[in-house]
């Protein structure tokens, strides 16, 4: 167990809905990356926060946000959603921008 | 742009058999190159990382990877397969020392046969 936890664990959206998902970092780390796991393929990057600044982001639509508080949990929030936003979305917290990172068991978001 | 590739979405070993996953590389500069085990239902495992210090990497579980700048390869690999090593297995690249914002393969499953 990593210590980074996610939540919720599953969940089923409408296509055109919102969705907010959370990540607990685990303790002593500033840094939280989210990816997208679709079914059958490995996960892509979304974005990275770093002390609550976004630092870096992949390539995905600007209906996909994100935020970092100041105890350095983080959200991600998908606005209008689509079918093709159904997948595991996976978060990973580090201690720095550049040391390991630690996944959590990701959220499965269903879309219908 | 990075990129790596898993040849072979699916591999079957038997239990006690040799265990070699695949992975080559594109890299414009030099690569930071990982491999991650996923359970199902769970999130990534670090099984091992390369970062230049030496070519021939051990991770966890008896894994292992050899750097391979001449093949483009990073290829994982076990002595012995182990009826819990089945799962799914990623190569991943980043140009950072660290494993952030990582270029994932789509993955091999390894089945073990009894």
């Known amino acids: 167990e990593t210590g980074v936890t996610q939540s919720p664990t599953h969940l089923i959206k409408t296509r055109g809905q919102q969705v907010t998902l959370r990540c607990s970092s685990q303790s002593g780390h500033n840094t939280v990356s989210w990816y997208q796991q679709a079914l059958g393929q490995g996960p892509q990057f979304i974005f990275q926060y770093y002390r609550e600044e976004e630092n870096g982001r992949g390539n995905f639509p600007p209906r996909f946000s994100g935020l970092q508080f100041p105890n350095y949990s983080s959200e991600l929030n998908v606005n209008a959603l689509e079918l093709d936003d159904s997948a595991l979305y996976l978060c990973?917290?580090?201690?720095?921008?550049?040391?390991?990172?630690?996944f959590g068991q990701g959220t499965r978001l269903t879309v219908v | 742009a990075q990129s790596v590739t898993q040849l072979g979405s699916h591999v079957s070993v038997s239990e006690g058999a040799l265990v070699l996953l695949r992975c080559n590389y594109s890299?414009?500069?030099?690569?930071?190159l990982f491999w991650y085990v996923q359970y199902p239902n769970q999130g990534l495992q670090l099984l091992l990382k390369?970062?230049?210090?030496?070519?021939l990497v051990k991770g966890i579980n008896g894994f292992e990877a050899e750097f391979k700048k001449s093949e483009t390869s990073f290829h994982l690999t076990k002595p012995s397969a182990h009826m819990s090593d089945a799962a799914e297995y990623f190569c991943?690249?980043?140009?950072?020392?660290?494993?952030?914002?990582?270029?994932f393969g789509t993955g091999t499953r390894l089945t073990i046969i009894p």
């Open positions: 991943a690249v980043s140009d950072n020392f660290g494993n952030e914002k990582l270029t």
């Open positions: 990973a917290s580090s201690q720095d921008a550049n040391t390991e990172a630690f």
């Open positions: 390369y970062t230049s210090a030496a070519t």
């Open positions: 890299s414009s500069v030099p690569p930071y």
